[in-house]
């Protein structure tokens, strides 16, 4: 165990954003630990700390250091409306406070804070198959909405996030349920598909007042950050493993492609007053490549301390297929690879260590899966 907590996202001001693990779900409860009966059970605030590989040496050396340090402050909060042996529903929600502590090149200011993108979802389970050895059961959730709170969002001219997200869980039991050690293991496949409403097809900020010149050859203000497009659609194509070492250690592990498709950019455009033979075509690719792919790689292992408290260590890569220099990139390491602690508490737990007047569920339905 010690050796692989010691082995146990470059999206910036939203790493803690990149990792969506089924933290505080299905399995078997920890020992000892039953599940509360309030309908906003397993929601949680978690203090997030993140360094990349390379600040603490591990990786390949680099001309030019940057450490980076990233804490995140961050609230899930969960409330059931349906929540039986078989099914439930769900409402869902995201929100974080993310700040920068080194003096990298991430944020404007050293120790800059800024919100993450708030996210609110529905979701919906339903165990369809349950025999002694194995379960199965699927997920949805829809819709899964994300709104620009964070500064990034805010400075590219987004608007909203729609989306939706279907999954399948499969429980094997290994050692049997009430086993000590590695009583089961969960395996997860998920498809995710998002369309993103922008207030251009390219990133674009209000408060940007730059000289350009127009396609008639006269000086124009523009507000346009690049010339690169946005994302229009986006997909998540994700396996993942969840092994319970112990009823209160589990080591969970993720491999993800995630693909975007651009904006099209249209070159049905005439340049008009600016060369001596008065009008021209605009020359481009006439294929250009639309599709931008990233992998990201996850492993973790998590102790529940208490009740109330639960401390994760792990590590995660997300990283473009295709490397500045043209090569493909290993899924396990880019220079953005992390190395993160996260410490858990379960406002639900806590609420009842401080209501001690509050129920829990049996003993019998705490030892029942829980769900996704």
Known sequence: MCCALVTARPLHAQSARARETPRGVNGPSPDGIEPTNLAWRDSYFYWDNAVTASTIGVGQNYQTRNPFYEM????RPRYYFIDDDRVTLSLRADLGLVSERTNSDTTT?????????FELSGSYTNIVRQSEDDLTELSIRVPRLSFPTSKVSQDTGKILGLGVSVGAREEIVLAGRGARFFSSVDLFA?????YQFTSSQVPTNGSLERIRM??????VVSDQLGGASLAQHGAVFSL???????PRVSWFS?????????YPVSHEVQICGVVLTGCTQVSGVSDPQTRAALTYFQTEVRGRLTDILELTVGYWNLATQLAPDGR???????PDARFYLTLGVYLDHLFVA????TRQKSASIANEPRHP
Do not use: C, M, N
Not at 354 to 357: C, E, T
């Open 328 to 334: 493909r990139r290993s899924v396990l390491y880019s």
């Open 354 to 357: 401080l209501s001690p007047g």
């Open 254 to 262: 993720s491999l993800e492609l995630r693909s975007a498709w651009k």
């Open 109 to 117: 200011s050293q120790g800059e804070w800024s919100a993450t993108d």
């Open 72 to 75: 995140t402050f961050g609230f």
């Open 240 to 246: 993942s493993s969840w092994v319970h070492v112990h």
């Open 214 to 219: 127009g396609d008639d050859g006269r000086s």
């Open 190 to 194: 998920r498809i995710d598909y998002g």
